[in-house]
């Protein structure tokens, strides 16, 4: 039994400049089979989800996590120091 070896991948950049540009020579170092490239210009861009996009998004959560924790500590503050403000009165 014949086992295939796992194909070449490419940053999906390289694949949306060559699929811009319609220059197949766009990329000579890179040695990209010319069925691939075939493949690419036919097919057009792909839609990819990048890990810059998980990154930032993951990012934004921690942010709104952390704003979230210290709008809670403000308020138990402001609380506190309200609730206070009221017993002092009460004892008067």
């Known amino acids: 039994m ?16 060559m699929c811009e540009s319609r220059d197949p020579d766009l990329f000579p170092e890179l040695d990209i089979p010319n069925s691939t490239i075939r493949s690419w210009l036919h097919r ?15 990012l934004a959560r921690t942010r709104c996590a952390e704003n979230r924790k210290s709008l809670r500590v403000t308020l138990d503050l402001v609380r506190a120091r ?3 403000g009221r017993d002092a009165s009460l004892l008067e």
């Open 2 to 17: 014949q086992t295939s070896l796992p194909g070449q991948s490419y940053d999906h950049r390289i694949r949306e400049a």
């Open 44 to 58: 057009g861009v792909s839609d990819v989800n990048t890990s810059e996009l998980v990154y930032f998004d993951s």
């Open 82 to 84: 309200s609730s206070k």
